[in-house]
């Protein structure tokens, strides 16, 4: 992994096309402004890795497809 | 082609029902060829199976019918992806997560399953500049019941 420090105002370019600029340093937050070409996914990995962990709950589920008929069958009942 | 699913048991698959997703799904990266399948009696549910493994499968549920204000913007890497060129072309699905009930499933809404019907390709769509979340009720009415 690179370190490096930088100052408010300044700036760091990735492979020649985006740029990752340092906005505002308040405490423990940091404010990042980013700019890159819109094919580039930009994403905080909170949600990258909240994705992958329900996707991996998702398929990890046992289900029956009768009983599933069966419970929403019931469900369409209590709700109407 | 027939395969062997935890699911279902034994499936048939046409060739045509097969739709491939190129970056996998996140979590199941290897895993590229999905067939979707639907349920009988369950509107608006179906289940994305995968080829290959019949163990692993997701129930989906169409989210416009179970969140009628659902919405949101196809990035545009994301149209590239997936070779989007008219929206009538594009099949949308939240993928569930059913934990011993389904009373309390919930869909994720911020990364909808995205199916270009016409080329049969898929991708997992992370929308990262939304507020939704993962794990929305799709029952709310008997949440906590």
Same mark, same amino acid.
């Given at each position: ?6 100052k ?54 046992t ?18 | ?19 491939? *997703? &190129? !970056? ?11 067939? +979707?399948?639907?349920? /009988?009696?369950? %509107? ?22 179970? *969140? &009628? !204000? ?6 545009d890497?994301?149209?590239?992806? +997936?070779?989007?060129? /008219?929206?009538? %072309? ?6 569930v ?49």
């Amino acid at each position: 992994m690179l370190v490096l420090s930088r100052k408010k105002g300044q700036t760091i370019v990735i492979d020649g096309r985006i740029e990752v600029t340092v906005l505002e340093v308040e405490g423990d937050a940091v404010k990042i402004g980013i700019s890159a070409p819109r094919d580039v996914q930009i994403a905080r990995r909170e949600l990258l890795q909240s994705v992958r962990e329900t996707n991996e709950e998702a398929a990890s589920a046992t289900i029956d497809v009768g009983q599933l008929q069966k419970i929403a069958e019931n469900l369409k009942k209590n709700l109407s | 082609m027939k395969i062997e699913t935890t699911l279902f048991g034994e499936l048939e698959i046409g060739e045509e029902d097969i739709y491939s *997703f &190129p !970056d996998g799904i996140p979590g199941f990266e290897q895993d590229k060829r999905f067939a +979707l399948v639907g349920l /009988d009696g369950l %509107d608006g549910f179906a289940c994305l199976q995968c080829v290959d493994r019949g163990e692993l499968s997701f129930i989906v549920v169409n989210p416009f019918m179970f *969140f &009628p !204000d659902y919405e949101f913007q196809l990035p545009d890497a994301d149209a590239g992806r +997936l070779e989007a060129e /008219d929206p009538g %072309d594009l099949s949308v699905w939240a993928i569930v997560t059913i934990r011993d009930q389904l009373e309390t499933a919930t869909a994720n809404l911020v990364a909808p399953v995205v199916i270009n019907l016409r080329k049969r390709l898929g991708k997992q769509v992370i929308l990262v500049a939304s507020r939704l979340g993962t794990r929305h009720a799709l029952f709310p009415a008997t949440k906590g019941v």
